[in-house]
């Protein structure tokens, strides 16, 4: 198990053996990225760890550098059951982003190999999934399980946003991922949305109007 340094803020293994010991067998992990993005999909990912291999230096993706984001990408894979969940821009604008991220969540979920018998959310609520689930808020700060699945998430998500800005090189998708900077919103007055906008959003929904 990885060792935790107490004088830093990092996440642990509490939630999980907490529920283990509470007699449940396969703890999972669940986060999201990409909620606030002006384009492209949201990508959720559940991780199983096993807790006699935790890969050394999960943490809050947010925390992470992009490389060490995707030093620990085949890792996590290598030593945990993963599962992704994406939902895209299109389901995105039918269904709302609140509902498209607990579809995205659910997916993931689902697509574990093995299923879980419990669990954790990254947030304040849970998908519909048959499992008893907690939800917490700022999880990925707080469990292992869900930082790595912060990880995972983040890690796929900004590959497609690479590839994506190969297919729509206007917009410079590799440099800010889709999110509302001033090189986004100056590409989308010159060049109008792409198929892969959030046309929902608001500031994409103003430009059409």
């Known amino acids: 198990m990885a060792r935790i340094d107490s004088k830093k803020i990092t996440p642990n293994f509490a939630y999980e053996t907490k529920y283990l010991e509470q007699g449940f067998s396969l703890i999972a992990g669940v986060d999201e990225a990409g909620r606030g993005p002006w384009a492209g999909p949201v990508v959720a990912a559940a991780v199983i760890l096993d807790e006699s291999n935790i890969p050394s230096g999960l943490n809050d993706s947010k925390k992470l550098t992009e490389p060490k984001r995707e030093a620990l990408f085949e890792p996590i894979n290598a030593a945990c059951l993963v599962g992704v969940g994406i939902v895209d821009a299109a389901k995105i604008d039918e269904i709302n982003i609140l509902q498209a991220t607990m579809l995205a969540m659910k997916i993931a979920v689902e697509n574990l190999s093995d299923q879980p018998d419990f669990v954790l959310i ?57 999110y509302g900077t001033a090189k986004h919103s100056a590409a989308l007055n010159q060049h109008g949305p792409c198929v892969i906008h959030r046309m929902s959003f608001a500031p994409i929904k103003k430009l059409l109007t």
């Not at 998500?157 to 994506?164: A, E």
């Open 122 to 178: 990254d947030g304040n609520r849970s998908p519909d999934i048959t499992q008893p689930t907690q939800a917490i808020k700022k999880g990925d700060a707080k469990s292992l399980s869900i930082a790595a699945a912060s990880i995972i998430a983040k890690v796929t998500r900004d590959r497609m946003m690479h590839k994506y800005d190969v297919k729509f090189p206007d917009y410079g998708f590799a440099q800010h991922k889709g």
